[in-house]
């Protein structure tokens, strides 16, 4: 979910010197650094590599998707492991750091010798990270990272384990507006988004769809990761006046300008915020629970899914981690490891890359996440759910066929009270 970024041309730069140093810094071409003897039967473990930001930007979302891997490394080798063998995850920290995740995959490659790879969190840490994967010609199955520019440059052995890509993921919700009666849909929109590679093509998606269907722009704004007051924002869009807000965010931005649209008294009817209504309790304790009724998010997963192996996902979850919330990116981080998985016991092998990737471009997996399936890219084509919050607690709303409750029109701060 919450992603790093830079101001736009920065950021474009700071990809660019980072993908060269990943390119630059790898092995050869020789398919990677397995440590052989993938048989069934061995007594060797398979050893999984990936590395994480468990401290930094990203250590909410890198730690909740260290949980996820974990999770399904104790139900597969309860299992009898992968291929009848045990699996070893090697986890390292990449600090949030985009260098880091370069020398810490090349180390995984190189100097740990793994046999399989599993992605990190982000796109800017999944870019480079995949960088590296596939000039070691290693499949990389990412759990989070959807912006656009992962998938643009031609690789190989890169896949995306969610539903769409940024600028698809708000995609049903923008449709259900779209087809509302005139009399119901909101005529104005404003579009803030954080400068980032999710947030800003997920605004960009919903904002392409409204436009078409005849709600008028009204206020437009792309800010630095840096912001911290968002006053300037609120007042602005207050004036613009629209019926909704569609508002790009990861988690600290979500919650700050939240607060001060609330202190503006700037309530617009309909409010879609990407991310940060996904975080649970965090996000309530953010903003107050009693603000939250008629929040609209996209999410990837949902507890009460009646996905394959969901509900014993969820329990094992809580069984290792506590009852309660279980985050979205645990979620992801296990549907990414299903995906390999899958793969690996369709070949039979993990030392042929190359057709565990053309198996993957193939074949769909079915996940907790439910069925995946990917275009040439590694690009996923399927659509996300759309949440709301309710009463206090997050249901699904969009589609219909998955929905936990009705779709509700307004943002009422005070509803759940």
Not at 54 to 78: C, D, H, R
Request: charged share 20%; glycine share 12%; hydrophobic share 40%.
């Amino acid at each position: 979910m919450a992603q790093f970024s830079r101001r736009r041309g920065l950021m474009a730069a700071a990809l660019t010197g980072v993908l060269t140093v990943g390119l630059a810094a790898c092995g050869g071409d020789d398919g990677g650094g397995s440590s052989g003897g993938s048989d069934e039967g061995s007594s060797e473990p398979i050893v999984i590599g990936t590395s994480l930001p468990l401290t930094g930007e990203f250590s909410q979302p890198g730690q909740a998707a260290e949980q996820g891997y974990k999770v399904w490394q104790e139900m597969i080798n309860a299992e009898d492991g992968l291929l009848g063998r045990q699996v070893e995850l090697i986890v390292k920290d990449d600090a949030s750091n985009q260098n880091t995740i370069v020398s810490d995959y090349n180390a995984l490659i190189s100097q740990d010798k793994v046999d399989l790879l599993l992605g990190t969190f982000s796109s800017l840490l999944n870019i480079p990270a995949s960088a590296v994967a596939e000039k070691n010609k290693m499949v990389f199955v990412e759990p989070a990272g959807g912006s656009p520019d992962m998938f643009n440059r031609g690789y190989t052995y890169l896949f995306f384990a969610q539903q769409a890509t940024a600028d698809k993921q708000g995609k049903v919700f923008a449709e259900w507006i779209a087809g509302l009666p005139d009399g119901e849909k909101p005529k104005t929109a404003a579009y803030p988004t954080l400068d980032d590679p999710f947030a800003a093509p997920n605004v960009a998606g919903i904002r392409g769809i409204l436009e078409a269907a005849g709600v008028e722009t009204v206020y437009e704004e792309t800010y630095a990761i840096d912001t911290k007051n968002f006053d300037t924002i609120v007042s602005a869009m207050k004036n613009a006046d629209p019926d909704m807000v569609v508002h790009g965010a990861q988690f600290e931005d979500g919650i700050g300008m939240t607060r001060a649209m609330l202190k503006a008294e700037f309530t617009p009817d309909v409010f879609f915020q990407t991310n940060a209504p996904s975080f649970g309790s965090q996000f309530t304790e953010g903003i107050g629970a009693d603000n939250t009724e008629g929040i609209f998010y996209a999410v990837s997963h949902s507890v009460d899914a009646e996905t394959p192996g969901n509900a014993e996902f969820v329990a094992k979850y809580r069984e290792m981690y506590g009852e309660g919330e279980v985050p979205e990116d645990a979620a992801d981080a296990f549907a990414a490891a299903e995906v390999l998985q899958a793969a690996v016991e369709a070949v039979g092998s993990i030392d042929d890359q190359t057709a565990l990737a053309d198996w993957l471009h193939a074949n769909e997996v079915e996940t907790i996440l439910g069925p995946l399936s990917w275009d040439e890219t590694g690009a996923p084509t399927g659509e996300f759910l759309i949440g709301q919050w309710q009463d206090g607690s997050p249901e699904i709303v969009l589609p219909e066929e998955a929905a936990t409750a009705e779709v509700e029109l307004n943002w009422m701060p005070g509803g759940a009270g």
